[in-house]
């Protein structure tokens, strides 16, 4: 099992740019979830997905939208990027009635 | 906003000795966790409390839960050059699974 994946690892954008971060689960989690880190900030939830189907707003939603495309994936996408939004992105997944989220390696994004 | 508060922010200490990390967090919970991250990885999953226990264990790590204090400790016994990493708590205080996390620590053991 691969786990939680995302794709890419590195991303530099200009401002006004757009992309959208690619994250999938193998372990057939119902949750996902998608964080961004910025220094001494801690994980900060943007959005999130409780089952297939169904999107909510986190925290810091502002300047992103999600896509549950299916059960293993869900995709954040920044439609005009800002240098704000520059930061480290986690998914996460969880599985059905559990609490412990497993991650991704993360994608770091710059914007200039 | 963010709910839980980790102190100190950095603890470095030698090998072998025990590594204390404390959260704060200020609404009710069903249960926090801990999550370690190494330096440009992902988070992993350590432990879990839930709010009717006190103390549980797992290896050399030693969880602890005041729900009074609404406060919570991770200790690490014995701690190796291994585990420089910073540390994370994260509460659940909803039927949604979502957590909140704290800043963090970043433990930092010398060999």
């Known amino acids: 099992n691969a786990g939680v994946t995302q794709t890419p690892k590195f991303q530099v954008l200009k401002t006004g740019q757009s992309m959208t971060l690619q994250c999938a689960q193998d372990?057939?989690?119902?949750?996902m979830y998608w964080y961004r880190q910025d220094p001494g900030m801690g994980l900060r939830l943007i959005y999130y997905s409780a089952s297939e189907g169904t999107t909510d707003k986190g925290e810091v939603p502002n300047g992103y939208n999600v896509s549950r495309l299916n059960k293993r994936e869900f995709s954040l996408r920044l439609e005009s990027a800002a240098p704000s939004q520059t930061s480290v992105y986690f998914c996460?997944?969880?599985?059905?009635?559990?609490?412990?989220?497993?991650f991704g390696p993360g994608t770091r994004l710059t914007v200039t | 906003s963010q709910q839980g508060e980790e102190d100190p922010q950095a603890l470095s200490i030698q090998e072998g000795e025990n590594a204390t990390m404390n959260c704060s967090y200020k609404t009710s919970i069903n249960n926090l966790q801990w999550y370690r991250q190494n330096s440009g990885r992902g988070l992993v999953h350590l432990i879990l409390i839930r709010s009717n226990e006190r103390e549980k264990h797992s290896g050399r790590l030693r969880v602890t839960l005041d729900t009074s204090k609404k406060s919570s400790s991770l200790l690490i016994t014995a701690s190796r050059a291994a585990d420089t990493a910073s540390y994370f708590c994260a509460s659940s205080g909803g039927s949604n699974y979502k957590l909140t996390f704290g800043k963090g620590t970043l433990l930092t053991v010398n060999p």
């Open positions: 996460a997944s969880t599985g059905q009635g559990r609490y412990e989220q497993y």
């Open positions: 372990m057939n989690h119902n949750s």
